[in-house]
């Protein structure tokens, strides 16, 4: 495993891309009905803070909910079936469902000012390190 | 008093429709056997035919899409990257290209093909080519 993702870390955009079998949420409940699907994320941290790189493919901005609560990040996106009415399935490879993922944060994290952004099926939230928890350089006099 | 469809009813239905396929043991020795990306769904409108492909993350401009006789082809790429100096907790999205023909069994009318991305789905509204359809003789 590891030896892959240094690969495709050095040949990003030449290295063909492989598919990723879609994992089914489990150990959860949720009152909507239909199947839900953990998104593949991504999570990188810099000097500024968390980043959350979330795959949700068929989300539309409004279906999108994020929250957060006693420092756990809820990441829900329905997908809106409404255009796949009066489509008959022929061949089929992959499932279609709403995706959701929970994440506890740490303290450090500025709750007030975590933003997020969609686009071409992709999240990106980024969470700014409270400023208190920022790496901070100590002169020595 | 007038019902209009549920779309959960929709879902439902389409995931029970998507299970029987993907449970049944034809596709197993299939055209891609579950490799080829992106993974595309076939569906039928109608007269028309209706290719779905997810493609999070690829840009409207790096998708190309060629048609020709009864064969589609998609290809693109995409790039994971992250900023230098940080420190990657999680690494789950997959970068690279992609290039995939998808052969159909009736002849696409090249100059009826609509494609449309939107929130990282691609969908390929096709049209059987007027020449292919099946004509109804007349027995006289």
């Keep these: ?141 | 008093m007038a019902r209009l469809p549920s779309p959960f009813d929709t879902l439902q239905s389409l995931q029970q429709a998507l299970d029987s396929f993907r449970t049944s043991s034809w596709l197993d020795a299939g055209l891609s056997g579950g490799g080829a990306y992106p993974p595309i769904n076939v569906f039928r409108r109608g007269e028309d035919f209706a290719l779905i492909a997810e493609i999070p993350g690829v840009k409207k401009s790096d998708i190309e899409v060629q048609v020709k006789g009864r064969t589609v082809r998609v290809s693109g790429g995409k790039s994971v990257d992250y900023p230098t100096g940080s420190a990657v907790h999680r690494r789950e999205r997959l970068g690279g290209r992609f290039d995939r023909a998808l052969s159909l069994p009736f002849e696409i009318d090249p100059e009826r093909v609509q494609a449309e991305c939107r929130d990282g789905v691609l969908a390929l509204l096709l049209t059987r080519a007027e020449h292919d359809k099946p004509r109804t003789i007349k027995v006289s």
């Design chain 1, 1 to 141: 495993m590891n030896d892959m993702t240094a690969k495709s870390d050095a040949t990003a955009t030449s290295q063909e891309l492989a598919v990723r079998e879609k994992k089914e949420l489990t150990g959860e409940e949720k009152t909507i009905p239909g199947r839900f699907f953990v998104p593949s994320t991504d999570a990188y941290e810099t000097d500024d803070g968390l980043t959350l790189v979330m795959e949700m493919p068929g989300v539309a901005r409004d279906g999108l909910d994020v929250s957060l609560e006693d420092g756990v990040l809820t990441v829900e996106g329905r997908l809106d079936f409404s255009s796949y009415q009066e489509m008959t399935p022929v061949y089929t490879e992959y499932n279609v469902g709403h995706y959701a993922r929970s994440f506890s944060l740490p303290d450090k994290i500025d709750q007030d000012n975590i933003g997020a952004k969609l686009e071409d099926g992709v999240l990106t939230l980024t969470l700014p390190k409270a400023p208190a928890a920022r790496p901070r350089r100590i002169a020595v006099s």
